[in-house]
């Protein structure tokens, strides 16, 4: 969860434990139990949000590096095996199309380029597997380029996948907050009026709205800062 919202949610946790602590002095206006029900749901919905985004995991450049190498070792023992079966029976695509130099795959080839270029050599061995046999391909060769390539691949996208999934999250999260502070500010808020004279209640209830209230957090912030 991003930083700027932690704090109101936790702020909201907070008046719904005060609220519920004292439920029995509100419990027969049965319109203002619902609305806290209504505020304990919102805030365990963010609650389950907060986690999810917790729970997205991190993916490193390191990652990547260690895919590629993988898939760039596979390659070349592939690509070596079709480079020898084209010159020997001179297929000039499969000879112009195959790449040798394990520093071209590893480093000099973009990212997307590299992964185009093995699934395409993927795609040329598939119709030559019987072929490639005697110039020394093996099925596990091949199996392990197609495992390798999907390894790739899923590192290369994941880390798209997670920062989406990461951005709705948090502006889910950031819709619900706004739904408490409107339930607050135009529910519970008249509600307290009707104990007033309970201090403890009434006090209370206020004091922790003082920490919901983003206005009233703004004004705090800049008090200290022109400090």
């Known amino acids: 969860m991003k930083k700027s919202f932690i704090a109101r949610h936790n702020a909201n946790k907070q008046v719904v434990l005060f609220l519920k602590k004292n439920s029995e002095k509100f419990a027969h206006i049965v319109a203002m139990v619902k609305t806290v029900t209504n505020l304990d749901n919102l805030v365990v919905e963010n609650d389950n949000l907060a986690t999810r985004v917790e729970n997205i995991p991190a993916v490193t450049s390191g990652n990547k590096k260690i895919a590629r190498a993988d898939l760039v070792a596979v390659s070349l023992k592939v690509s070596s095996v079709l480079k020898v079966y084209a010159y020997l029976t001179k297929n000039q695509n499969l000879t112009n199309f195959v790449v040798t130099s394990e520093s071209v795959l590893m480093e000099r080839m973009p990212q997307q380029d590299f992964l185009v270029y093995?699934?395409?050599?993927?795609?040329?061995?598939?119709?030559?597997?019987?072929?490639?046999?005697?110039?020394?391909?093996?099925?596990?060769?091949?199996?392990?380029?197609?495992?390798?390539?999907?390894?790739?691949?899923?590192?290369?996208?994941?880390?798209?996948?997670?920062?989406?999934?990461?951005?709705?999250?948090?502006?889910?999260?950031?819709?619900?907050?706004?739904?408490?502070?409107?339930?607050?500010?135009?529910?519970?808020?008249?509600?307290?009026?009707?104990?007033?004279?309970?201090?403890?209640?009434?006090?209370?209830?206020?004091?922790?709205?003082?920490?919901?209230?983003?206005?009233?957090?703004?004004?705090?912030?800049?008090?200290?800062?022109?400090?």
């Open 118 to 227: 093995c699934k395409n050599l993927a795609k040329n061995i598939a119709p030559l597997l019987e072929p490639l046999v005697d110039y020394g391909l093996t099925s596990e060769m091949a199996q392990e380029l197609a495992t390798e390539i999907n390894d790739y691949e899923t590192v290369m996208t994941q880390p798209r996948e997670m920062i989406n999934t990461r951005k709705t999250t948090n502006e889910l999260i950031e819709d619900k907050l706004e739904a408490i502070y409107l339930l607050l500010t135009n529910q519970l808020d008249p509600f307290m009026e009707l104990f007033k004279d309970d201090t403890e209640l009434y006090s209370g209830y206020k004091a922790a709205r003082m920490i919901v209230d983003p206005a009233t957090r703004s004004r705090k912030e800049e008090e200290v800062e022109e400090e």
